[in-house]
Structures are given as structure tokens and as C-alpha cells.
């Protein structure tokens, strides 16, 4: 019998569903969000800028829900010129693969004026994130915060291993002056026009554009509501959680708050074993809850701070304030310190450190397969095509196809991608990772790759140098519809004949994002039980832009009846043919 077009869970597709997140699906409710999304002026770091806004504001708001709770989104795009599609980042989509909100993957695009209700279950919880998957949309500042809570009286499986009194919510962001359309024109002409360093870092949609004056009172105004200092209260004594998400477009930051030492306890959901840190590193895409004890002097205020790392700065720090209830300090005054400055920006060693250290908590290993069916060796290397600066995986640059794959696959529809897959591999005995390479051409292509269903696949990307001497980038990798283990790091070329012998196969931590550090190599591991088509992506909105992705298809054949609405663009208009 086939399943009709609506939520339907897959229960031999979660191989991390436990007895009590079964029960918690049992009691579940259904959470409804009205939303029109639309263009703005706002003032997000007191430049007066149009952004794509969710009921008139940026950040949208946060969808808060418990463990097996249904989410009903109903978006209309009041848009008016430019359609709109809404990732919901971290969510698996367990039987709901048309819901996962990115356009030419696994939905047309939602047109000007039209509505479209998405409607998916939240089946673990933990900290998560949602935003725009349609051009450079993303960087225009729709995007926003998930929630998910343990269901009361869950079992020890579920249950948060860490106790807290309250928490805080912590959004973290880039923000330009120029519109993503200017962008997206720089990106494509010849020669590159690059995005350039952002003109300022946002905490929970806030900045401080450092240059205002210069820009008149018409164009900046430092007295904006808009536009001041986030305050975050704590009670003296007591210990917070604080749910941080990046949703940069190209930087990756650094987190610090000034005076508290954090002791990281989740990321993407899953568990970690404790671990303190001064200050956290955190790439596009990725979330980590840490706890803090409100400990120091209740009399003065403490910076939050965000800084960039692993490009060289030249966007100013972002900051935000600590402040103690019943302190002698007015909540909103500037501490008496200069922010933290952060580590070195070029400090790698100091990063890769950091990922080998986020490891599953003790209590919540789930141990992966011992071994993989398949693997896929992606290089990441900056190319040309046509004289334009492209981003490539093995010499093969990215581009979406005009009907989506998840309706072209499963309605059988000819013609409308490339049938033949990318490559699996490259030269990796030969290929020189820290050298210019004498030929950056490469090709483009819109085919994915098909995964047998149920088989376990490992994916190792490896970094390189790019079309510039003695430069290599950090790359945040984001796979949706899964979460993979992350069997290790490396730096320099990964050799397929050593390194497999060096993973971590003990307590490896699940994430659906991670980074893969300049000149190093990074290793995945998952198992295709989740029937759809799922992009592997490049977080980095420009690198995604410019062909840093893939797809992956499996079992599309136990995918139920496609919607109506995801349909309507390319070969799918009409409808079904």
C-alpha cells in the first residue's frame, strides 16, 4: 500500500529511536506557526537595510516544541519579486523527505504571493535551526532558532545528562551591506567580485556597524532600537544553559563570555562528553548548548563576545552583555573591559584540537557500524569554468536542476539531470594538497549520487589549497535528512591504504554539520536508511553558490505520495505526468 502525501513515520528508518522517544511520539501535540515572509527595512546593525523578515522581523521567530511534536509551518511569500524555500536545519524529515525546504532538491521554490504549509515531527531533541535554502536568501537574514525539550519524565535514554536552572538562546551571524542579488552578480561575473569580510557580526540579529557616523544619520542610526546591545540575565549562583546556533554565511566564529569558563554538553542534538572551554569554536551550521555557573562579581557586567576565525578579521568583534540580577551595574551598561579578543585567527591547531575533543557522552555512545559498503573520496577545490571562480568536488562543480530531484525521481520523469553520477574519488596518490594546481578547469554537473538503502556509506573530504598560493579556506559540511559519525581528522592528504586504521569507532559523536580543516581531511560515516533525496552541501552560502555540494538519493522507491505542492516547476509543472 502506498502512503499518501502527508507525515508518516518510518519506524525502520530510525536506527537512534529509543523506547522512551517512541512513547514521547505517542504523546505528542502539534505546534502551529503562521508566518509571511517579506521584505523590510531594518536596522540589524543600525544601517538602514531591506532584509527578509518573518512577520516583519529578523531574526523569525523561535519555534519552540517538544521530542515527537508535529510542526505546522504555513508560509505565505509576500515577497512579491523572489521566491522563497525554508530549510528546517538538523531536522531528519523521517517520512517527510518534501518537507525539508530545499528548492531544486526536494521542492519547487514557494512563488510570489503563494502559501505553502510545511509539516514535519521533531523526532529528538536538542538545538537546531531553520532558514531560507533559495539562492543567497539566507545571508538577507530569514532564519531563526528550533527548540526541541525532553519530554517530561523521559527515560535515562532521553534525558538531558547535565542539570541546569534556566537557559538562553544565543543566534549567531554575519551581516553585509550589499543585497545577496549584488552578491550573486559579483560571484558569477568575470572577473570575481567577491562578497569581501562581512561589515558586521549579530548576536540574536544585533550589531554595531563600527563606521555609522561616516554614513550620516539617514543611512545609520546608533540609536536604534533595532540595532542595541543584546542583554542576557543570570541569577547569582546559578548555572544556564545557553543554546548557541551559527547561521553565518561565511565566517566562522569564535564564542566566548567573558569570566565564565562553558562546559560544552550538546551539539546538533546529540549528547557530548563534557568538556571546558574558554572560548568555542563554531562553524556555519553547527549548534552546541555549553553551561555556565553565574559565579563572579554581581557587580559589574561581562561581554559575550564573537570573532572571526580562520580567515583573516576584518569585521570588528560582535558583542552582546552578561549582566547579574541585583547587581550595582545597570543591565544595559558596556563592561569595564575591553571584549575578548579570542584566539589567533590562523590558530588551526587550536581548532582541530577542539573537534577531536567533542566525543559522545559516556551514557548516549551509539556505536557505529564497524565497517562501510561503500566510500566516497570528495576533494574540495576551488576551479574554473568558463573563466569564472568556481568551488568543485573532484574537478566537478555543482548546479541544481529546474525540477527538483525528489519529484523527477520519484514520478519517473526523463531528461531532467544528468543520469550519469560524479565521480567517487580522485588522483589521491598523486594530488599534491598543498600545491597550485597547473590545470583548475573544471566541469559541471546537476547528477547525484544513489545510495543502496540501508548500506553503510563513509564520505572523506579533503581540503586543498586554492587557485591562490598558500591559501586553504575552512569548509562547514551540512548533510540533511541524517546525522553521520565523525570518525576523525587529519591534516594533510588522507590516505585510504593508513587512516581508516585511526578512526574513532569507540564513542564517535553524531552531528549533521562539521568542519573540514584547511590542508586537513575529515571523515564521515552513516547509514542510508532514510528514504528521499538529501543535499551535502558546503555551508558557506557563497561556496554553495559557486558548486561546493552534491545529492544524494535512497530509497526513493518507500517514499510515499509526493504532495501537489512541491510541484510546479521545470518538467513538474502541470503537475504528475
Not at 50 to 72: F, K, S
Not at 424 to 448: I, K, R
Amino acid at each position: 500500500m502506498e502512503l499518501v502525501g502527508k507525515p508518516h513515520r518510518l519506524l525502520c528508518c530510525l536506527f537512534l529511536i529509543s523506547a522512551s522517544a517512541l512513547a514521547a511520539l505517542a504523546e505528542s501535540k502539534t505546534v502551529h506557526e503562521k508566518w509571511d515572509v517579506s521584505y523590510q527595512f531594518a536596522y540589524p546593525d543600525c544601517v538602514r537595510k531591506l532584509a527578509v523578515t518573518i512577520n516583519g522581523h529578523t531574526p523569525g521567530p523561535t519555534i519552540r516544541a517538544v521530542q515527537g511534536d508535529t510542526i505546522v509551518v504555513t508560509v505565505k511569500n509576500s515577497l512579491l519579486t523572489e521566491n522563497v524555500a525554508i530549510h528546517w536545519h538538523g531536522i531528519r524529515q523521517i517520512g517527510t523527505p518534501w518537507a525539508d525546504g530545499t528548492e531544486g532538491v526536494t521542492q519547487c521554490p514557494i512563488l510570489p504571493g503563494d502559501t505553502f504549509v510545511y509539516t514535519f515531527v521533531v523526532d529528538r531533541p536538542g538545538t537546531y535551526m531553520y532558514h531560507a535554502h533559495y539562492g543567497m536568501q539566507r545571508s538577507a537574514g530569514l532564519n531563526g532558532m528550533i527548540v526541541v525539550s525532553v519530554p517530561p519524565g523521559a527515560g535515562a535514554d532521553v534525558a538531558e545528562p547535565f542539570a541546569y536552572d534556566g537557559e538562553h538562546d544565543v543566534l549567531l551571524n554575519d551581516w553585509w551591506h550589499k543585497s545577496t542579488y549584488e552578491q550573486a552578480a559579483g560571484l558569477a561575473s568575470v572577473p570575481i567580485v567577491w562578497v569581501d569580510e562581512p561589515q558586521s557580526l549579530l548576536i540574536n540579529g544585533r550589531g554595531r556597524f563600527v563606521n555609522c557616523s561616516a554614513l550620516g544619520p539617514a543611512s545609520c542610526n546608533a540609536t536604534h532600537p533595532e540595532c542595541s546591545t543584546p542583554v542576557f540575565a543570570v541569577v547569582p549562583g546559578r548555572t544556564y544553559r545557553f543554546r548557541i546556533g551559527s547561521m553565518t554565511s561565511l565566517s566562522a566564529l569564535n564564542f566566548e563570555i567573558e569570566g565564565h569558563p562553558m562546559t560544552v554538553v550538546e551539539t546538533d542534538g546529540h549528547y557530548v562528553k563534557p568538556f571546558v572551554v574558554k572560548n568555542l569554536n563554531i562553524y556555519s551550521g553547527e549548534t552546541y548548548s555549553v553551561l555556565i555557573t553565574a559565579d563572579q562579581d554581581p557587580n559589574r557586567n561581562y561581554w559575550l563576545a564573537s570573532n572571526v576565525v580562520s580567515r583573516k578579521p576584518g569585521t570588528p568583534t560582535g558583542t552582546a552583555v552578561l549582566a547579574y540580577y541585583g547587581g550595582r551595574s545597570s543591565p544595559r551598561a558596556p563592561p569595564p573591559t575591553a571584549p575578548p579578543a579570542g584566539p589567533a585567527w590562523n590558530d588551526t591547531a587550536y581548532r582541530i584540537n577542539q573537534s577531536i575533543a567533542t566525543v559522545a557522552h559516556p551514557a548516549h555512545v551509539y556505536t557505529p557500524p564497524p565497517r562501510s559498503d561503500r566510500t566516497i573520496l570528495l576533494l574540495n577545490s576551488q576551479n574554473k569554468i568558463d573563466g569564472r571562480i568556481k568551488w568543485a568536488l573532484n574537478n566537478v562543480s555543482f548546479s541544481l536542476p529546474h525540477t527538483p530531484y525528489l519529484v523527477a525521481l520519484k514520478d519517473r520523469l526523463q531528461g531532467t539531470f544528468d543520469p550519469r553520477p560524479p565521480p567517487e574519488t580522485y588522483n589521491h596518490t598523486a594530488y599534491d594538497v598543498y600545491g597550485v594546481q597547473p590545470n583548475p578547469n573544471a566541469t559541471s554537473s546537476d547528477g547525484l549520487y544513489r545510495l543502496a538503502f540501508g548500506s553503510v556509506v563513509d564520505v572523506v573530504l579533503q581540503n586543498a589549497n586554492m587557485l591562490a598560493a598558500n591559501n586553504s579556506e575552512t569548509h562547514p559540511w551540512h548533510l540533511h535528512g541524517h546525522d553521520f559519525w565523525v570518525l576523525g581528522y587529519g591534516v594533510g592528504r588522507f590516505d585510504p591504504a593508513v587512516h581508516p586504521a585511526t578512526y574513532n569507532l569507540r564513542d564517535p559523536i553524531l552531528k549533521n554539520t562539521v568542519a573540514v580543516h584547511p590542508y586537513g581531511w575529515t571523515a564521515l560515516r552513516w547509514r542510508a536508511d532514510n528514504p528521499g533525496v538529501w543535499a551535502f552541501h558546503c555551508h558557506i552560502e557563497a561556496h554553495f553558490f559557486m558548486g561546493m555540494g552534491i545529492v544524494f538519493e535512497e530509497g526513493i522507491e518507500r517514499v510515499g505520495k509526493l504532495p501537489q505542492e512541491i510541484m510546479g516547476c521545470g518538467t513538474s509543472k502541470g503537475g504528475r505526468q
